[in-house]
């Protein structure tokens, strides 16, 4: 499969067709959306379903890469807020310049990770929690711990508020930019093959001469990259940098990563399949959000993390099982 | 991570320099805090006062606790984050107890009740995460990382998000109480740090901990039972972290769900890895974590006597966590 050149839509949908369950528990999902609210249908729903989402599917994607190579990045909540913050500091200059200072102030973060992880050799999860605390930190002392309003006179906020050519939102257009490139990245070259056969065995990839140093220092900037780019989407869509926000974040996307079939011990994923883990992790928000204005049920804010960690106890037990049948398959 | 050697600390032979790497590892942690202490009694204006000792003891108490229990985790080449949530938890449910109807009405069994309650719902905790990773196979980060976040929903549903205040001056004393002049809870800390180095050092359990902590595949061939001992050290770690949740709201008279154990699995893991555990598991030196425990408080106290402001504290933080675990790592290379 790696090895076709041609753009096989069927490919890029279904990975390798181990991720069927997602796309179908989605479907599942929007056609009981469909049949049970009048208004889940509405443009308005679904253009400020996917506006807000888009954040997070960007986030799913990098951390997607991070985990294929059997590592872990816990700082992109934190590293998001403070991307947030320098494109707001950035917006008076327009779009062309806050939105690479955003993603550079992320990518700054994931070079950090990179350095520790490989040159100090730090386990994954510990360096990128460090730097989950760094980048709160550095979030609250360039914004003196307020949030930073954006300059509404530029064109800075037409990214999050605006639609391309009146049709979808410019953040899910760059989104889907990015998804496909990042695709192409993954099923089409050698970079992706080495991030994959990381994940496989690091110690083989070595032996077999992989530059498996790059590709990991691909994979933390990207995740950096990406959390930066959520930053300004945040910044852009809410209008102000919020040095406060992202908390949790690096679960949901964990759990987008996992909803999606990537094995959390790396080697194997799907950028599409995290996408639709991504969707599928918002829409269950926003039926709920639906069920609670029906007044069928009243959920607190504080549900939400709890639903949240028990959505991804589901999923992990869901792929333990698989794991296990796949096993005894092979 | 697999040379699977049990006794880890044997293999340096040479003869360190002074000051080079091997002299940091092993004798770091002193060497650290004789440093802040020096720093602090020449810079920090009255840090050679009694209630300087006071404070920082009360304040050290909950991070040593927590560490003992991160230790034993750590041991078993774990890790446990949910740590902050299981004390939000566990301190959650503490003053729900004494102040519901019941407790009300019968005082000494209400108090009774707030303590084992909380303790027990912090030990399924515990179970729940060493299910998942000894039976399911869960990455421990990954496992723990559930109720990382979940435990504080909960915490906050039961509380509906709301600070409980209470006067109860039996409960208070686990955080107030004072024997022999010294803050209770530091004396707490020190008891269950000897029981728990005594579980370590002289039971088959503790042998078994540093046993599946050091070669996991040739323990279990050697029959030790490694599911039983994973889920007894996130057991435990668990019950730490609840009696620590439980001083916090002692010492505050308040159960805040949103900010008690905020960030104690950073510091928890910070202080046992400064006290020497190492991440790929078996060692665990439990008095190490406390001296760990120590000098993260006297950093998070010099920066903060000194007018550092907390935000640029969490970057230290982050800088003494990665600058430990690096000195720590060049171990067993």
């Known amino acids: 499969m790696p090895g076709s050149d041609a753009f096989d839509l069927r490919q890029f949908l279904r990975g390798d067709g181990r991720n069927a369950g997602v796309w179908i528990a989605l479907a599942a999902l929007i056609l009981f959306g469909l049949a049970r609210y009048e208004n889940f249908g509405s443009a308005y729903n679904i253009v400020s379903f996917l506006n807000y989402n888009s954040m997070f599917i960007i986030i799913s994607i990098g951390m997607c890469f991070v985990i294929m190579t059997g590592g872990i990045d816990l700082s992109v909540g934190s590293v998001a807020a403070f991307a947030s913050v320098v494109a707001a500091y950035l917006s008076p200059y327009g779009i062309e310049v806050a939105l690479p200072g955003g993603v550079l102030a992320g990518a700054a973060f994931g070079a950090i990770n990179a350095f520790c992880i490989i040159a100090m050799r730090i386990p994954p999860f510990i360096a990128t929690l460090a730097t989950m605390l760094a980048a709160k930190g550095g979030a609250l002392v360039i914004s003196g711990a307020q949030t930073i309003s954006v300059d509404w006179g530029s064109n800075f906020t037409k990214l999050g508020m605006e639609k391309a050519f009146n049709i979808l939102p410019w953040t899910i257009v760059i989104v889907a930019i990015v998804a496909i490139v990042l695709w192409v990245v993954l099923e089409q070259t050698s970079l992706g093959r080495t991030v994959l056969a990381i994940g496989g065995s690091e110690d083989a990839s070595n032996l077999m001469g992989l530059k498996v140093n790059r590709a990991k220092v691909f994979v933390y900037l990207l995740s950096g990259g990406c959390a930066g780019l959520a930053g300004v989407f945040l910044a852009s869509g809410f209008g102000a940098g919020q040095p406060l926000e992202g908390i949790g974040w690096e679960l949901s996307a964990i759990a987008s990563v996992v909803v999606g079939g990537t094995l959390l011990t790396g080697g194997l994923g799907s950028v599409t399949a995290t996408v639709a883990g991504a969707l599928l992790l918002g829409l269950v928000f926003n039926i709920l959000n639906f069920e609670n204005g029906r007044g069928t049920i009243s959920l607190s804010a504080y549900w939400q993390m709890v639903i949240r960690g028990g959505f991804l106890f589901v999923v992990i037990l869901l792929q333990t099982r698989m794991n296990a049948s796949r096993q005894k398959a092979g | ?333």
């Open chain 2, 1 to 333: 991570m697999s040379d699977g050697s049990l006794s880890n600390g044997k293999a340096v032979s040479r003869a360190p320099a002074p000051l080079s790497l091997g002299t940091l590892r092993n004798h770091g942690g002193l060497i650290a805090l004789v440093l802040i202490l020096a720093f602090n009694a020449l810079f920090t204006p009255n840090f050679l006062q009694v209630q300087t000792l006071f404070v920082n003891i009360s304040q050290v108490a909950t991070i040593a606790i927590v560490a003992i229990g991160m230790t034993l985790v750590i041991a078993t080449a774990g890790i446990d984050l949910s740590v902050g949530a299981v004390m939000a938890l566990a301190g959650a449910l503490a003053p729900l107890i004494f102040l519901s109807d019941f407790g009300q009405a019968y005082p000494a069994l209400g108090i009774a009740a707030a303590f084992v309650l909380p303790l027990l719902a912090a030990s399924l905790c515990g179970l729940f995460n060493g299910i998942m990773i000894s039976y399911l196979n869960v990455q421990p980060i990954i496992a723990t990382l559930i109720l990382f976040i979940s435990g504080r929903g909960i915490a906050q549903v039961l509380t509906n998000g709301n600070l409980q205040t209470f006067s109860n001056p039996y409960f208070s004393y686990l955080g107030t109480g004072k024997i022999l002049g010294l803050p209770f809870q530091g004396w707490l800390a020190l008891v269950l740090a000897l029981a728990v180095y005594w579980l370590v050092s002289r039971t088959i359990f503790g042998r078994y901990l540093l046993a599946v902590g050091g070669n996991e595949r040739a323990a279990r061939l050697a029959g030790a039972p490694v599911r039983m001992v994973k889920i007894g050290a996130y057991v435990l770690c668990a019950f730490l972290s609840g009696i620590a949740g439980l001083i916090v709201v002692a010492i505050n008279s308040a159960s805040d769900a949103a900010r008690n154990g905020n960030l104690m699995e950073l510091d928890a893991i910070a202080a046992a890895v400064v006290g020497g555990a190492l991440l790929q598991g078996g060692r665990a030196p439990i008095f190490g974590a406390i001296l760990g425990a120590v000098i993260i408080q006297l950093v998070k106290y010099t920066l903060l006597a000194n007018g550092v402001e907390d935000e640029v504290a969490l970057i230290a933080k982050a800088a003494i966590i990665v600058l430990a675990v690096y000195i720590q790592q060049a171990r067993k290379e």
